[in-house]
């Protein structure tokens, strides 16, 4: 139907037009898994790490519940992954008990994250409220179940999952990063962790913090691009730290600004020097004018 000379949705030929569509596809699977049905599976496996905090009752009977839950969940999103290659070195029925046996490990690293996150951050009342509401925390949940499905084998799950937190937080860790514990996020916003970086235990982070590759040729997929962080580092917000032979020594001190890409001792302290001109008196003409 045309209105005016125009063509209206009524006049479209859906059936032409959805299989001109598939021709048009560079083929590959028919069926993966959609970034939704990833974010179901983190949430599934929050309620079964930490009921209470997830507003649910705290029983056996609700628990192995919600691990049902999580069990199926898994199985559909694997059984599509198998078309993939290189395939996935278990079964969907053994990577999906591999994953469930890992769940009081996993639980347990997640408690310290989010009790040295409520330690360190004066305005934290309860690690309840760490586990609930606080965005670093739940990147975090999701980078360590992300993290453990990678290292059964499972291919682009794991990316979904993480990418998941990346939409809601803003915070964006790559799935085959190796992260020690406790880590806590202060705030978040921005931070960028590579997949080859190397992070040590007890290692606090706040917002725009990037761990980056200097070179992004894919050539250098299967070298370590990314920095190792050791144990007991601070790096302060919008620090820049990159490059695979960069390493940031155990107690160290990276401060806010700072463009790092050259490795540094243990206990050292690194820091941005800005000059700040505070002017006082009459008006004198602005250097420059702008408009945007």
């Known amino acids: 139907m045309r209105q005016n000379g125009a063509v209206t949705t009524d006049s479209i030929d859906r059936e032409r037009l959805a299989a001109e569509l598939l021709r048009g596809r560079r083929g590959g699977p028919e069926r993966l898994p959609a970034k939704s049905a990833a974010a179901a599976l983190a949430e ?35 059984a599509p992954l198998r078309q993939l290659r290189p395939p996935m070195p278990h079964a969907p029925e053994e990577t999906a008990a591999r994953f469930l046996g890992a769940l009081p490990r996993i639980q347990a690293a997640l408690q ?25 925390f739940l990147a975090i949940l999701h980078y360590r ?22 939409d ?16 806590v996020i202060d705030h978040g916003t921005g931070i960028v962790i590579g997949e080859t970086t190397t992070i040590g235990d007890n290692v606090k982070l706040y917002q725009g913090v990037t ?25 302060y917000a919008n620090a820049t730290i990159l490059g695979g032979r960069t390493v940031v020594g155990r107690g160290s001190v990276i401060g806010g600004n700072v463009w790092l ?32």
């Open 168 to 183: 809601r937080t803003g915070i964006d860790i790559h799935p085959g990063a190796t992260i020690g514990n406790p880590l």
């Open 112 to 136: 310290r994250d989010a009790e040295a996150i409520c330690v360190g951050d004066p305005a934290a009342e309860s690690v309840e409220e760490v586990i609930l509401a606080y965005p670093g």
């Open 211 to 235: 761990l980056g590759a200097l070179s992004v040729d894919k050539s250098l997929a299967s070298q370590k691009r990314h920095p190792t962080i050791e144990d007991d580092v601070v790096i």
């Open 44 to 78: 599934c496996a929050l309620r079964v790490l930490f009921p209470e905090a997830a507003g649910h009752d705290a029983r056996a009977d609700e628990t192995s519940a919600e691990l049902d839950r999580l069990h199926t969940g898994l199985l559909e999103l694997l």
């Open 261 to 292: 890409t050259e490795s540094v001792p243990p206990e050292s302290v690194v820091y941005h020097r800005s000059e700040v001109h505070v002017r006082s008196g009459p008006r004198e003409p602005q250097p420059i004018d702008f408009t945007i």
């Open 145 to 166: 179940l992300a993290h453990e499905l990678r290292e059964l084998g499972v291919p682009l799950l794991p990316r979904l999952i993480t990418e998941c937190a990346h």
